[in-house]
């Protein structure tokens, strides 16, 4: 079971996960959260993993984002920072997944919390 913290600064929502993520806890969080977002979200995985969390669960996720997408927010950046092998590559899918799938934001994947953060804040 995994912790999330939650910052808003302006129109940059921060989520910090901190220990073994699950599926059901990804839709909690996607629940709970990106009805918050106004325009950039950064998820910081320096101290979360997703190892119970399969490809075919993450190709299953662009419904559920698109049902929680907050009104109004049709651009903005979504950024990942994961240092971890593992979740780097299941996120780099999830990134392709989603630009098949048509979401309206661009995504990015970092192994490092500053280059995902200068990212996401350049855009």
């Not at 629940?31 to 979360?48: A, I, K």
Request: hydrophobic content about 40%.
């Amino acid at each position: 079971m995994a912790r999330i913290t939650h910052e808003q600064h302006d129109d940059l929502v921060i989520l910090r996960v901190f220990g073994d993520l699950s599926f059901e806890e990804i839709i909690e969080a996607i629940q709970t959260y990106f009805p918050l977002v106004t325009r950039n979200l950064f998820w910081d995985f320096t101290e979360g993993r997703l190892d119970g969390v399969t490809p075919k669960q993450f190709r299953a996720l662009p419904p559920i984002v698109i049902k929680h997408l907050p009104a109004g927010r049709t651009t903005g950046r979504t950024a990942y920072a994961c240092p971890n092998a593992n979740d780097y590559g299941m996120f780099r899918m999830y990134s392709a997944i989603a630009d098949i799938n048509a979401l309206p934001y661009e995504y990015a994947v970092y192994r490092t919390l500053e280059d995902a953060l200068e990212w996401v804040r350049n855009g």
